[in-house]
Every structure is written in C-alpha cells, then in structure tokens.
C-alpha cells in the first residue's frame, strides 16, 4: 500500500458519512484529502447493513433541517456523481397507539409545517382504511411524510467514492487507522496499518467506532455500539409495489417492500452496549411473533435473509458534527443514532463548509459539537426506533 507523504485532511472511515465528507470535501476545493477505511471495501458496516429508510419528520427543529438539506441531494445525486441513488418516495407512516405518542406527534407537526415539511395527520380509522392487509384495529392515529422513502444505500456510498476520487481523493481500503499523534495541542498525524501520514487535521468518521478513534486521540467521545437486527421474506406479491415505509411506534417495529418480499426491522430497546453483530434468534422470534400480529400474511412466508448491523448511538440520539475544543485538528462527523444514511448528505456538506471556511453556511449546527455534553446543553430526539 502506497500512503501519501502527507495529507492536508485525512478521514477515518469509508462509511457514507466518511464518503459525503470525502466528496464535499474535494468539491468544496480541498486538496491532498485521504480517505481511510479498514475493510476491504468501502460502505459495509453500518452504511451496508441499513434499512435504506429517508425521512423528514424528526421531535428536533436540527434534525428536521438536517433531513431538510439531505432529502434534495437524493434527488439530484446522479447528477452530481453519476449513480441514481433510487430515491424512492413511498412515504413513512408512523403508526401510533398510545397517547402519550398521538400527543408528541401532534405537537411536532407544528414545527414540521413551519419549516415547510409535507405532513398529513391520519385518523386510526384512515390508518385501518389505508392498510387493510394489517391489523392496527388499536391505531389512534398517525403521522404521514409524504416525501419520505427508500434510497439505495450501496450506490450512495459507491456514488460519493466515485465522485471524490474524480476531484483527486485518495480513496483506500484495507487501510486501519491505529493511532492519532499530537502534540502541543494539535493533531500532528494519523498512524495506520500502513505506515504514517503527517497531517493537520482528521476528520473521525468511523461510526460506531468513532469512540475508539476518540481515545486514540486521548479524548472521550459518546459514541456507543448497539446491535439492531433486520430480515427479508420471501415473495409477498400480496403487498403492493408501492408500500409505504410502515412503523409501528410503540415497539419499533417496521416494514418495507424490499426486492420480491418485505424488509423487517424490530429495535430491542433494552440492547446493551456492545460490538456483537449475531443475530440474535431469541430477539428474532418476539420480532417474527409481533410481525405476523401486525400483518397476518407473514405467518405464510419464510424469512429470505437475515443480518445485524450496529446503531452508532449518542446519550441525546443526535449527531456530534463539529470541531472538539480540546483538540486542534480533530473534527467529529459521526453518532449518527440510526439516522446517519439520510443525513449523509447534510453531514459531509455542512462538515466541508466548517471545515473549508471555518463556518457553515447551509444550516447551523453549533448544537451538534460535542461540548453539549460538557455543557449539559443536550438535545432530546422522540422519534428515534
Ligand atoms: C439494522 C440497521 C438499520 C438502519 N436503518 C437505517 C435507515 O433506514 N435509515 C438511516 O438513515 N439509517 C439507518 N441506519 C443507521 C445507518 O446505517 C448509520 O447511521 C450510518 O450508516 C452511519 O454511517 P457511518 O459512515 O457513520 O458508519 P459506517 O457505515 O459504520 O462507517 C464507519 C466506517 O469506519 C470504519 N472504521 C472503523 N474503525 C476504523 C479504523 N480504525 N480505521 C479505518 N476505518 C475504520 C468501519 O469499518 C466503517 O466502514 C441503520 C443501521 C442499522 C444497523
């Protein structure tokens, strides 16, 4: 493996979050960017094992505005970089049945139509009407985005690589990042399985493990690894092609038309902390057992493909994008808490801006530094799943 001599920006990890910034980057005019990612292939952790859901309906005014930024760049993304992210608007119903959640929701939508977000408030009854092919006979009501969807996970990150190593990133794989040198203050170097690369600045995009690259920096960085599990049918020819993102938001659990079957997800909420990827089969039965509750006709279908991937979790479920005040050089773009495909293309835009002219210009994200969690001044987000 040949490493630059030196880099002016290096990135630790080929995730979408890596890419976007790699590509914002390198658009925004940056020269000498390196892009690290310790897998023979960029994209296969979290960014490979996601759902693949968009949405614009977020509890905070950030997250909104972040979705806001991101779901455009879906749509104008093969022009961009040359690969259709296959932005699909199907639409997300959250489906709510106790009234604490109909209350929340309720009191979003306000700040959701003032920001211009397409929203529809549907009446359990409208929910039943709407899917008479499940059974949500308890449903109060629910929150429906219409501009909401699927976009193809892999060809966003194979669209950014592409694209940022166009404009002259040096893109690598199989490359481990082991340590960041400082001195004085400032970030001096990434050391990698490889060899050396001085440099002023990196850039810790590495997900759930973004915490690990923290400490190799000597700082503490709130990103916590936590597994959640998916599964996809057989054929369901049943379920029409254009089946809305479907979410139960009481357990968490949800389907979408997924090739010839449905992709279904179900988040254990008392997960514990940890990098174990095995699917959980235990978990997977209370998950199959409330999906054919939900929609009957799974109870005829076998399950086609199973997997589990790690959230990259935050104490206040938001992203920590920003400069760190105890470091010179070290900038943070993960913590995304299961959200990070959709916000991908903000995260790189907004991280390019800070990073290229010392200040954001498309959104404010001062809120998203890590000193919130120094400060106290911690957001709170109560759709996550
Ligand atoms: C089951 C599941 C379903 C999900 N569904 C959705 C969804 O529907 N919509 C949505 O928006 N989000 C969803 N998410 C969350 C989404 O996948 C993540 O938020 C997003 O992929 C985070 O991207 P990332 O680039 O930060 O992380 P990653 O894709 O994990 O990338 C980080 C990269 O860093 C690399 N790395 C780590 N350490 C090092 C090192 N020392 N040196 C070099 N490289 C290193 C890793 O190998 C990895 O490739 C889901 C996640 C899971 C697990």
Not at 14 to 41: D, F, M, Q, W
Not at 110 to 129: K, P, V
Not at 201 to 212: F, I, K, R, T
Not at 322 to 337: D, I, T
Request: aromatic share 8%; glycine share 12%.
């Amino acid at each position: 493996m040949h490493l630059p001599e030196t880099a002016d920006i290096v990135i630790a990890g080929g995730g979408v979050i890596g890419a976007s910034t790699a590509y914002h980057l390198a658009k925004g005019g940056a020269k000498n960017v390196v892009l690290l990612e310790r897998e023979p292939l960029f994209g296969t952790e979290s960014t490979g094992k996601c759902a693949g859901g968009v949405r614009a309906h977020f509890d905070t005014e950030i997250n909104c505005r972040m979705s806001a930024l991101s779901l455009p760049a879906f749509e104008r993304f093969e022009e961009e970089t040359g690969y259709s992210a296959d932005y699909r608007k199907i639409g997300y119903l959250f489906v709510l049945n106790k009234e604490q959640d109909v209350a929340a929701f309720q009191r979003q939508m306000d700040m959701h139509l003032a920001l211009g977000l397409r929203t529809e408030w549907l009446t359990g009854d409208e929910i039943r009407r709407r899917l008479p092919m499940m059974n949500f006979e308890d449903a109060l009501g629910g929150l429906f985005g219409p501009d909401d969807g699927l976009a193809d996970n892999g060809a966003v990150v194979q669209g950014y690589v592409s694209a940022a190593s166009r404009l002259g990133v040096r893109c690598l794989t199989g490359v481990e990042v082991t340590g960041v040198e400082t001195a004085g203050g400032r970030v001096q170097a990434v050391l990698t399985s490889a060899g050396r690369i001085p440099t002023p600045l990196v850039v810790n995009a590495a997900g759930a493990w973004a915490g690990e690259i923290g400490r190799m920096a000597g700082l503490e960085v709130p990103v916590q690894p936590v597994k959640r599990q998916l599964f996809t049918t057989t054929p369901t020819p049943e379920i029409p092609a254009d089946f809305t993102f479907v979410i139960e938001f009481g357990t968490g659990l949800y389907f979408h038309r997924e090739g010839p079957g449905l992709l279904s997800g179900m988040s254990r909420a008392d997960q514990p902390p940890s990098f174990d990827q095995a699917v959980d089969e235990e978990w997977e039965l209370t998950h199959l057992e409330t999906a054919a509750f939900r929609l009957p006709l799974m109870e005829q279908k076998g399950i086609a493909r199973r997997w589990a991937g790690l959230y990259e979790v935050t104490p206040d479920h938001h992203a920590i994008i920003g400069p760190v005040e105890e470091l010179k050089g070290f900038y943070m773009n993960a913590g995304f808490s299961g959200h990070g495909f959709m916000h991908s293309p903000a995260a790189g835009r907004l991280a390019a801006e800070e990073i290229l002219k010392g200040r954001t210009e498309s959104l404010d994200i001062s809120c998203l530094r890590k000193e919130r969690f120094r400060t106290g001044k911690t957001l709170d987000e109560y759709n996550v799943f």
